[in-house]
């Protein structure tokens, strides 16, 4: 079974403070997401990565950067916290491109992260 | 503007009873539809994925439809049980980049003994 592994379930930090979200996943996918989940929101992409040290922007990428310096490591940082980055933030992996378009996302627990 | 709605927000059934869940979107150019199951407290989990061409499909109790004149979808779950209670997100794939997909707010659905 694919597992993607997030780091914390649970995270409470201070407004300014660098915040990093971990995830993992060991079935050797390509792409790897993060999302972010509110209530009444549904699911909106923050940051795509199709490759090692490749990204692509989402729909809210405004004070949040990614990392990906290894095939199954995405790292989420959130440069200076604030009060409206408490959110649960979900992982997600898939097999890439040369696969075909209609593989499935796996998805982590995710991570419910507050600042205070 | 691409938009996926979702209907019932929620709903409430009986242990054993069927019910249908809407979804009606206007994406394109269109890839592909997926439902996902979400427990509480847990990520989505892949239920079906249909493309263009294909009508239904079927994961056990879940049964998946897709029309594309319409641009709607829905998804049966037969002789429901305690353990369906679950959100449920209807997805769709914009075009060929896995990064685009436009998200429901999905149906919270509740079983009850």
Redesign the interface.
């Known amino acids: 079974d694919v597992k993607v592994t997030q780091s914390s379930r649970y995270l409470v930090k201070r407004t300014g403070e660098k915040v990093f979200l971990e995830c993992v996943q060991d079935m050797d996918h390509e792409n790897m997401f993060w999302y972010r989940q509110d209530p009444g929101l549904g699911l909106r992409l923050i940051y795509f990565s199709y490759d090692v040290k490749m990204k692509e922007k989402g729909d809210i990428p405004e004070g949040y950067s990614v990392s990906r310096e290894k095939k199954e490591r995405f790292s989420l940082i959130l440069e200076s916290a604030s009060t409206n980055q408490t959110s649960m933030y979900l992982c997600a992996s898939s097999f890439g491109w040369s696969s075909g378009i209609n593989q499935p996302q796996h998805f982590g627990d995710g991570t419910r992260l507050s600042i205070l | 503007k691409n938009q ?1 709605e979702q209907s019932p927000q929620s709903l409430i059934i009986l242990e054993g009873k069927n019910c249908t869940l809407q979804c009606n979107y206007t994406v394109s150019p269109f ?2 539809l ?1 439902w996902y199951k979400q427990d509480t ?6 239920l079906t ?1 249909m ?1 263009f061409s294909e009508n239904t499909k079927s994961n056990g109790r879940y049964t998946a439809t897709l029309d594309a004149d319409t641009k709607q979808s829905s998804l049966h779950i037969t002789a429901s049980q305690l353990s369906d209670s679950a959100s449920y ?1 209807c997805v769709v ?1 914009v075009g ?1 980049n ?2 685009k ?1 436009t ?4 149906t919270t659905l509740t079983v009850k003994p």
């Open positions: 996926v890839s592909n997926r407290g847990r990520g989505p989990v892949s994925i493309t997100i794939m060929p896995a990064g997909s998200f429901g707010d999905g």
